[in-house]
C-alpha cells in the first residue's frame, strides 16, 4: 500500500503561555488540514522521525540514529508523560531491515521522548497513542553530526521496508526549520548543564519549571528583537520547501553541517527529520505535497512549516492546499 507523509515544525511554546492568539489561530488553522489529511488516510501504523533536545539520548551514547521498539514520553512542555503505542515486532522487524540495507542503525528497548515526538502525535490525532507508532531518534543537536545524505538513506531504506507490510503507514517527520533556540551546546554549556547533557542526570521538577520559564523569557526577547538567538532565514527555510515540494531531495546530500548551523541556526538539523520522512515517500516514487504552510515565527522561535503529501497518482484534494 501507498505511504503517506506528514511534517510538521514543533515548539514548546506552542504548549506554553506567550504566542498571540492570531498566531496560535494561524498555526493551529494549518495543523488542522493537516489532521484531516490523517484522519482521511486512517494510518494503520505510524513511523515518526523525531529529534530530541537531551531528554532521552546523552553524550554519554549518542547514536545517529536509534528504532524504539518501546518508549516512554517524559512529559515536558505539557505534553503526555507515559508509554506510547509502541509495536514490538514491527518495530524490530524494522531496525533489522535497515540494518540488512547497511543503515547502521541503534535499538532502544526503553527510549525516552520528549515533546519532539508527541506533539506531533498529540495534534494530529489528539491523544499521543492512539495509533501504534515506531519512533526513530534523529540525533539533530549534539555535535558531531553524520551527513545529511545519510539521512536520506536512512528514510529510503525505512520507505522500502515499510511499503512491504500491507499497511496504511503514517510517516511523520518533526522538526523545526531555521532556528536556533536555547538548546545546550556541548562547549559552551556551564558545568551542571554539562553534567545532564553528558550523563543524563534526571531534571527536577524544580530544574523542569526553571527551563520552561527561561524558555518563555527567551522567546518573548527573541520576538521583541532583543536576544542574542540567531534571527530566522526565511530565505533559507524557503529554499528547503522547495526543494521538498519538487522531490529534489537529492540536493541535500553535499549540504555542509557548519554552513547549515551559520546561515540557519544550531537546530536548523532539525529538517533531517523531513529529509528521512520525504526519502521514506520517494522510494515509492514522485509524490506531490497537499497542504503547504510556512511562517517564519518570532514567538515560536522558529520557522514554522506544515507540509503533506501522498503518492502523485493518488487523486489530490485541492482543499487543504
Given at each position: 500500500m501507498p505511504l503517506a507523509v506528514c511534517c510538521v515544525s514543533h515548539s514548546p511554546l506552542l504548549e506554553l503561555p506567550g504566542p498571540g492568539p492570531g498566531l496560535r489561530a494561524e498555526v493551529g488553522a494549518a495543523?488542522?488540514?493537516?489532521?484531516?489529511?490523517v484522519r482521511d488516510f486512517d494510518p494503520e501504523l505510524v513511523v515518526l522521525f523525531a529529534p530530541d533536545h537531551y531528554n532521552g539520548f546523552f553524550y554519554k551514547l549518542m547514536p545517529p540514529f536509534c528504532v524504539g521498539t518501546a518508549a516512554t514520553a517524559v512529559?515536558?512542555?505539557?505534553?503526555?508523560?507515559?508509554?506510547?503505542?509502541?509495536?514490538?515486532?514491527?518495530?524490530?522487524?524494522?531496525?533489522?531491515?535497515?540494518?540488512?540495507?547497511?543503515?547502521?542503525?541503534?535499538?532502544?528497548?526503553?527510549?525516552?521522548?520528549?515533546?519532539?515526538t508527541v506533539q506531533p502525535l498529540q495534534r494530529l490525532f489528539g491523544d499521543a497513542t492512539a495509533r501504534p507508532v515506531i519512533p526513530i531518534f534523529v540525533n539533530s543537536v549534539a555535535t558531531p553530526l553524520g551527513p545529511l545524505r545519510r539521512v536520506r538513506a536512512l528514510g529510503t531504506a525505512a520507505g522500502r521496508h515499510l511499503a512491504t507490510l500491507g499497511k496504511r503507514v503514517l510517516v511523520i517527520g518533526s522538526g523545526g526549520l531555521s532556528h536556533d533556540p536555547p538548546v545546550p551546546q556541548r562547549a559552551t554549556a556551564p558545568e551542571p548543564v554539562l553534567e545532564r547533557i553528558v550523563h543524563g542526570r534526571p531534571m527536577t521538577t524544580e530544574q523542569r519549571a526553571a527551563r520552561q520559564t527561561a524558555v518563555i523569557a527567551a522567546a518573548r526577547d527573541f520576538a521583541a528583537g532583543d536576544s542574542p538567538l540567531q534571527p530566522l532565514n526565511p530565505k533559507w527555510d524557503r529554499a528547503f520547501l522547495d526543494l521538498v515540494d519538487t522531490g529534489r531531495l537529492a540536493a541535500v546530500d553535499d549540504w555542509d553541517n557548519g554552513e547549515i548551523t551559520r546561515v540557519a541556526g544550531n537546530s536548523a538539523h532539525e529538517v533531517?527529520?523531513?529529509?528521512?520522512?520525504?526519502?521514506?515517500?520517494?522510494a515509492?516514487?514522485?509524490?506531490?505535497?497537499?497542504?503547504?504552510?510556512?511562517?517564519?515565527?518570532?514567538?515560536?522561535?522558529?520557522?514554522?512549516?506544515?507540509?503533506?503529501?501522498?503518492?502523485?497518482?493518488?487523486p489530490?484534494?485541492?482543499?487543504?492546499r
Open positions: 495543523l488542522d488540514r493537516a489532521r484531516d489529511f512529559g515536558d512542555y505539557g505534553t503526555h508523560a507515559g508509554p506510547l503505542n509502541v509495536p514490538a515486532d514491527p518495530a524490530l522487524r524494522l531496525a533489522e531491515a535497515l540494518l540488512d540495507a547497511d543503515i547502521d542503525i541503534a535499538t532502544s528497548a526503553e527510549m525516552s521522548v520528549d515533546h519532539g533531517r527529520t523531513w529529509v528521512a520522512a520525504f526519502a521514506a515517500l520517494a515509492q516514487g514522485s509524490y506531490r505535497t497537499e497542504v503547504r504552510y510556512y511562517r517564519p515565527a518570532p514567538e515560536l522561535i522558529a520557522g514554522f512549516a506544515v507540509r503533506t503529501a501522498r503518492p502523485a497518482d493518488e489530490a484534494d485541492d482543499r487543504r
